[in-house]
């Protein structure tokens, strides 16, 4: 057998082991995900968080120690996964989003994925080599510097990308999400019936039986217990439902998970006020499958309750919506579909230094994550200062550290284009799980 047929087997191995059960369950949506995820070596990327694990997993890290390799990680941390979002305070603020990987890892694994994940785009917008060393470079430094920058202060809330410290593509997203309105994303999604807000029929949407609408009813009605007590509205009526949908045509992470859409009161009984929630089913992180998971899996009673812990550990200030809840005994995760949410538009970045601007404030905002909790959260798996063990562990080797992430970024964007032309090749010839036709 050839390096190359061993490669292949591995791609489809790995593929199947993650997502078997859901190929199974939604063969329709797999195909169009891994039609997403053919499309190019960075889609192909973003949907093979499992692979990147497999492999990172297998590698030697000599620059964490026996506490910086297991704090709170994103676990799918890559150039498109930065946007806007409106915080329980109020304030639109940039910064990481989708935390449906997230876990208990090497603080090292977000970094070396967003490296790889530079280095793809930066090979897809034909960037000389030495340019995106340099990038990757940039954002590290930034993100070493802000993790000193926790260290000095014991004010974990002081730092956020806003308004009045953004500029460029960053500023430009949170302008553009600031001028959004919760009217124009009611209009889009919902359709008023005898003065009542109703969801508008389109093809990612199905009614519900009797018994399936009752069974997500009684979930929104334990998900409402997981608010935290600061973060609840103390009015009844805000949470009073009007309608429930199933929903599909969700991103490349979430093929084949159920999820439904709820439509909630609001602030008042003023229609242009309601809310619309989204209730998905949480999937099982790619990380957990390669690495020892006794601790963390005794620690959370299903996967919606774990995405939602981790959230509240990465994030300050999170969505005052967000809760979880089970169907059925599966875990899900709630959360407001919020009108305020831009990501980062990649497409008009073209040019090195502009690219350098957005990288250094990404870097900034990864340390955030790895070093600050929302006031809610009350996690105990990492009770330690995790900035202090980041900064421990790289004591006096921080430039090979910079070089040793930079190398693997480049080397791992490369072996990304060829799994990419290698899975291409398998699934059109209909052996990753779910038929190419």
């Known amino acids: ?146 993790v000193d920058h926790y260290r000095r202060t014991e004010d974990d809330e002081d730092f956020a990308l806003h308004l009045d410290n953004t500029s460029g593509p960053i500023h430009d997203a949170l302008v553009t999400a600031r001028c959004r309105k919760r009217a124009d994303l009611l209009a889009g999604t919902t359709a008023r019936e005898a003065g009542e807000r109703r969801f508008r029929e389109d093809p990612t949407i199905r009614r519900l039986k009797k018994t399936e609408r009752e069974k997500v009813v009684a979930a929104f009605g334990r998900y409402l217990e997981t608010i935290p007590a ?40 003023a ?8 209730m998905k089913q949480a999937n099982v ?13 005794s620690y959370f009673a299903n996967e919606g309750q774990r995405t939602v812990v981790s959230q509240r550990a990465l994030q300050v200030h999170t969505d005052p919506m967000l809760g979880h809840t089970t169907i059925d005994g599966a875990g899900y995760v709630v959360a407001e579909l919020s009108p305020y949410e831009v990501d980062l ?43 202090d063990a980041i900064a421990d562990g790289l004591d006096r080797r921080r430039k090979e550290f910079t070089a040793w992430v930079t190398d693997f970024g480049l080397e791992y964007a490369d072996r990304v284009r060829e799994d990419h032309a290698l899975f291409v090749a398998a699934f059109r010839e209909g052996r990753i799980g779910v038929s190419a036709t």
């Open 1 to 146: 057998m050839t390096t190359t047929d061993k490669r292949t087997d591995r791609i489809v191995s790995v593929l199947d082991d993650a997502f078997a059960d859901l190929m199974k369950a939604d063969p329709v949506a797999f195909r169009g995900k891994y039609r997403k995820m053919a499309a190019d070596p960075h889609s192909f990327f973003r949907g093979t968080a499992c692979l990147f694990y497999a492999d990172v997993t297998g590698m030697e890290d000599p620059y964490v120690t026996d506490r910086s390799d297991r704090i709170w990680i994103h676990g799918d941390l890559h150039v498109e996964n930065f946007g806007t979002y409106l915080n329980s305070d109020g304030r639109m603020v940039f910064d990481v989003n989708d935390f449906d990987e997230a876990y208990v890892g090497h603080f090292t694994w977000d970094l070396q994925r967003f490296a790889a994940s530079l280095a793809l785009v930066g090979w897809q917008k034909a960037l000389p080599e030495d340019d995106v060393r340099r990038l990757i470079g940039r954002y590290l430094r930034a993100y070493l510097s802000q």
């Open 345 to 387: 538009d990649w497409d008009d970045l073209t040019e090195p230094d502009d690219i350098a601007q957005v990288v250094e404030l990404l870097g900034r905002a990864t340390a955030k994550i790895h070093c600050a909790s929302d006031e809610d959260s009350e996690q105990d798996l990492v009770d330690f200062q995790v900035e």
């Open 271 to 278: 229609l242009d006020n309601d809310v619309v929630l989204t």
């Open 285 to 297: 992180p790619a990380v957990s499958r390669f690495v020892d998971t006794a601790r963390v899996e």
């Open 230 to 269: 600061d973060k609840r509205y103390d009015r009844d009526l805000f949470y009073e439902l009007r309608d429930v949908v199933g929903k599909s045509g969700f991103g490349i992470g979430s093929a084949g998970l159920p999820a439904y859409n709820l439509l909630v009161e609001g602030w008042s009984e």
